[in-house]
C-alpha cells in the first residue's frame, strides 16, 4: 500500500500523488472517472467527474484498456454492464451504497410474485441482479418520463427509493404505482426541518434539491406555499445541478444532497456562495475512496469488478430500455 499521503497541509506532496496518479494511468493505458461525491482531490485527479450515467457513457466510449470507477460498487458495475470488454477496477470493493442495498435480488422477484402483471421501474442506484429483474431502468432527472411511458393501465412497481417514488407518483397523478420502502442514509437526513430553517435564514437563496432527498417533499411543499417562490426551488440530478449552476441568476444557492457535490458546483460557478443546507451530508461510502486506495488500485489492478453474463445481458436491456425512452440527461445520482 502506498504510503504517502497527498492531501491536507502538505500541498507539495499532493502535487507529487497527484503526478504518480497520472503516470501510473498512462502506463496502465487507465482512465479514471470520479463521481460527483468523490472528495475534491479524487475529483481533481481524475480524467471525467460527473454523475454514475454520464460516467457510465465515458466508461462505454472510452479507449482505455482499464477504467478506474472512484464511486461505489453498483456504478462501477453499470460501467462494466455496459463495457463488458474493458477491465473494470474499484480502489475499494468495500464501497457500497445503502440505496441499492435496501432491495436485494430476492425480495423483488417476490414483490414481483405478488404482482405478476406489474413493470418493475428501477432507480439506477441498484446492483446488477436487482437491474436483470427490472423492465425499464430511470435516473433521477428522467423517472417520469420513463413512468409517463408505460401503458397507463399496468401497474407499476417503483423501487427502490421512496423519495424519489413519491416525487413520481406525484408528477405522474398515477395510482397503479406501487413504491418500495427504501431510502439513502444520506439523502433521508437531510430533514424538512433543516430545510425550513436555511429557508427562513437564507431567504433570498436558490434551493437545489436532489430528489432523493428526505427534504424533497417540503421543498415542494414550501414552493406550493408560497413560502419559497416556485422558481427557486430547482429539483435537480448531480448532473443538472452542475448545468444549472452555469445559469444561476441568484448569488446564493442551498443544496440538498452529499456535500461533495459542492466542490463541482463552486468550481463551475465560482461567483455564487454554495451552502450545504446539511454539512454532515456525507456519504461513507464515497469517502472510502482514497488518495492511497487510488494509488495502490493503479500499481496492483484491484479490486476488478465482474458481473456473470446471464446477468449483464439482462441489466443491460433493462438500462437500453430506459435510453430508448427518451434523453437520460444529467442521469443518476
Ligand atoms: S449518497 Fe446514498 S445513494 Fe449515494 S452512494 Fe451514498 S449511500 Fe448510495
Not at 461525491?37 to 485527479?45: L, M
Not at 429557508?199 to 434551493?207: E, K, R, S, V, Y
Request: aromatic share 4%; net charge negative.
Amino acid at each position: 500500500m502506498p504510503s504517502a499521503t497527498p492531501a491536507g497541509s502538505d500541498p507539495a506532496a499532493g502535487k507529487a500523488w497527484a503526478e504518480r496518479i497520472k503516470e501510473l494511468a498512462e502506463q496502465r493505458n487507465a482512465v479514471i472517472l470520479a463521481h460527483n461525491y468523490q472528495i475534491p482531490e479524487i475529483q481533481d485527479v481524475a480524467h471525467y467527474t460527473g454523475d454514475s450515467l454520464a460516467l457510465s457513457r465515458k466508461a462505454a466510449e472510452t479507449d482505455a484498456n482499464i477504467i478506474v470507477f472512484c464511486g461505489v460498487h453498483f456504478m462501477a458495475e453499470s460501467a462494466k454492464i455496459l463495457s463488458p470488454n474493458k477491465k473494470v477496477l474499484i480502489p475499494d470493493e468495500r464501497a457500497g451504497c445503502s440505496l441499492a442495498d435496501s432491495i436485494t435480488a430476492d425480495e423483488l422477484r417476490a414483490w414481483k410474485a405478488e404482482h405478476p402483471d406489474a413493470l418493475v421501474v428501477s432507480y439506477v442506484n441498484t446492483t446488477a441482479e436487482v437491474k436483470a429483474l427490472t423492465d425499464v431502468c430511470c435516473t433521477s432527472s428522467n423517472a417520469v418520463d420513463v413512468v409517463n411511458s408505460l401503458p397507463a393501465d399496468k401497474e407499476i412497481l417503483f423501487c427502490p427509493d421512496q423519495f424519489l417514488g413519491a416525487y413520481v407518483k406525484r408528477e405522474t397523478g398515477r395510482e397503479n404505482i406501487y413504491i418500495w420502502a427504501g431510502e439513502c442514509h444520506v439523502h433521508a437526513g437531510i430533514s424538512a426541518q433543516q430545510l425550513t430553517q436555511q429557508t427562513q435564514d437564507n431567504p433570498d437563496a436558490d434551493l437545489y434539491i436532489h430528489p432523493e432527498c428526505g427534504c424533497s417533499n417540503s421543498a415542494l411543499y414550501l414552493a406550493n406555499e408560497d413560502l419559497v417562490p416556485q422558481e427557486r426551488v430547482h429539483m435537480l440530478s448531480t448532473g443538472q445541478m452542475i448545468t444549472q449552476s452555469q445559469k444561476q441568476p441568484q448569488n446564493k444557492v442551498l443544496v440538498a444532497t452529499e456535500t461533495g457535490m459542492l466542490h463541482q458546483l463552486r468550481q463551475a460557478a465560482p461567483d455564487v456562495d454554495f451552502q450545504a443546507v446539511n454539512d454532515h451530508a456525507e456519504c461513507k461510502y464515497m469517502k472510502m475512496i482514497t488518495p492511497q486506495a487510488l494509488e495502490h488500485c493503479l500499481m496492483e489492478e484491484t479490486d476488478e469488478v465482474t458481473v456473470p453474463e446471464n446477468i449483464a445481458n439482462a441489466a443491460r436491456k433493462s438500462l437500453e430500455a430506459m435510453i430508448s425512452i427518451g434523453n437520460p440527461g444529467g442521469g443518476g445520482e
